[in-house]
């Protein structure tokens, strides 16, 4: 089954404690990001990247890092995470340039 | 840049209303237009979509159809159910520098009433 999953799916965790979230897709998509939801702001792309080892700041890249190492999977790196990164998660992919893009189920990520 | 305005929620109908949800938007070129739906406790799903304007995206009872003369892409379905109830979100993808990217509106929450 064609699919973008992540993991994990629920996270409670500290202010300043280091955390990743990953994200893989079996559609073998040159392209690939990183939202964030919150309440009356829709979803704002944080990272993308174009291909292996491309990757460029979307809209709300502060307090972030993102790597690309290989086609499937493209990890969300919080190195100090704060409250004000409590959100909603997603991972989203597309093949070259078709504008549809999949989304993952989203991690929900509590920072305290 | 490019920019989706929808409509305020949340919306409340009963079951078999008719449904709108307005959005609108300013891109640069020729963009793509999507709805995503999002239901309670899932990630996002890609409803239905338009690539060129005049064109009708439909899938599950819903429609919209890329306006450019109004810049509008605005949901509708006939009779609504209570399986409906989601969170709905209007999107465009424009060609830009950096490659074509998603930008979304702020999401409409409808709850359908049996």
């Known amino acids: 089954e064609a699919q973008v999953t992540q993991n994990p799916r629920y996270l409670i965790t500290v202010t300043g404690k280091k955390l990743t979230v990953t994200c893989s897709q079996n559609m073998n998509h040159e392209y690939m990001s990183w939202y964030r939801q919150d309440p009356g702001l829709g979803l704002r792309q944080i990272y993308y990247?174009?291909?292996?080892?491309?990757?460029d700041k979307g809209d709300v890249p502060e307090g972030y890092k993102v790597s690309r190492k290989e086609k499937r999977n493209f990890p969300l790196i919080l190195e100090s995470p704060s409250p004000n990164q409590t959100s909603l998660y997603f991972c989203a992919s597309r093949r070259g340039e078709v504008r549809t893009q999949y989304f993952g189920p989203g991690t929900r990520l509590t920072v305290l | 840049g490019n920019s989706v305005t929808q409509m305020e929620g949340p919306v409340t109908l009963s079951e078999e209303a008719f449904l709108t949800i307005n959005c609108t938007y300013t891109a640069t070129g020729y963009p793509s237009l999507f709805w995503y739906v999002q239901y309670p406790g899932e990630g996002l799903q890609l409803l239905l979509k338009a690539t060129k304007a005049d064109d009708k995206g439909s899938n599950k009872g819903f429609e919209a159809t890329y306006r450019k003369e109004t810049t509008s892409f605005h949901l509708e379905k006939g009779s609504v159910q209570v399986s409906d109830s989601a969170v709905y979100f209007c999107a465009l993808s424009g060609f830009e520098s950096s490659g074509s990217r998603l930008t979304f509106g702020e999401g409409t929450q409808l709850t359908v009433n049996p």
């Open positions: 990247s174009m291909n292996v080892e491309v990757t």
